[in-house]
T-cell receptor
Framework: GAVVSQHPSWVICKSGTSVKIECRSLDFQATTMFWYRQFPKQSLMLMATSNEGSKATYEQGVEKDKFLINHASLTLSTLTVTSAHPEDSSFYIC??????????????FGPGTRLTVL | AQSVAQPEDQVNVAEGNPLTVKCTYSVSGNPYLFWYVQYPNRGLQFLLKYITGDNLVKGSYGFEAEFNKSQTSFHLKKPSALVSDSALYFCAVRDMDDYKLSFGAGTTVTVRA
């Protein structure tokens, strides 16, 4: 099956610093990746859609200058939380969409990254 | 617009008993429906999906779900629950013309020994 990895799996940082989270599709190329945010015991909220070689599409209410997304290759998308604050603490999950067989393909999810901002 | 409702925050069952997790959906076109399971501090694991065809879909770990178009439902079922099935379950929907998934709020399943 398709495997998606995230790095790091958890990170603790000080308020005001920036944190980069990587999402990689290990055995397939993904022209489209998605970034989700999940608060404890809550559902996943889509933050943005990341397309290889173009700018990300952000959902309403998501600050694009705070959550920088770069999809530089067909197997890597990064999410950078800039000037992180405690309210940014959350579980961030990425998913990747294989290009072949559209539109029936399912998203494959990474294991998530737990961000704690002190 | 598309949306998913999971009316139960929690479902508690005894091991060996049938398990049902409810899901209803709203979508403008034809729905693609998914069930995922999440264990603590882990990502989502795919269980099953409905795209087209037979309304009864069989998935991983003995789970199945039935697509009911008239009731706009896609309930997840397992005939005999295991303690290891205890987890958070998400139903998700997407319109056939859109890749974005909309998730339900999630249902916590607890299976007691």
């Amino acid at each position: 099956g398709a495997v998606v990895s995230q790095h790091p799996s958890w990170v603790i940082c000080k308020s005001g610093t920036s944190v980069k989270i990587e999402c990689r599709s290990l055995d397939f190329q993904a022209t489209t990746m998605f970034w989700y945010r999940q608060f404890p015991k809550q559902s996943l909220m889509l933050m943005a859609t990341s397309n290889e070689g173009s700018k990300a599409t952000y959902e309403q209410g998501v600050e694009k200058d705070k959550f920088l997304i770069n999809h530089a290759s067909l197997t890597l998308s990064t999410l950078t939380v800039t000037s992180a604050h405690p309210e940014d603490s959350s579980f961030y999950i990425c998913s990747a969409l294989p290009p072949s067989g559209r539109p029936l393909n399912e998203q494959f999810f990474g294991p998530g990254t737990r961000l704690t901002v002190l | 617009a598309q949306s998913v409702a999971q009316p139960e925050d929690q479902v508690n069952v005894a091991e060996g008993n049938p398990l049902t997790v409810k899901c209803t959906y709203s979508v403008s076109g034809n729905p693609y429906l998914f069930w995922y399971v999440q264990y603590p501090n882990r990502g989502l694991q795919f269980l099953l999906k409905y795209i087209t065809g037979d309304n009864l879909v069989k998935g991983s770990y003995g789970f199945e779900a039935e697509f009911n178009k008239s009731q706009t439902s896609f309930h997840l079922k397992k005939p005999s629950a295991l303690v290891s099935d205890s987890a958070l379950y998400f139903c998700a929907v997407r319109d056939m013309d859109d890749y974005k998934l909309s998730f339900g709020a999630g249902t916590t399943v607890t299976v007691r020994a």
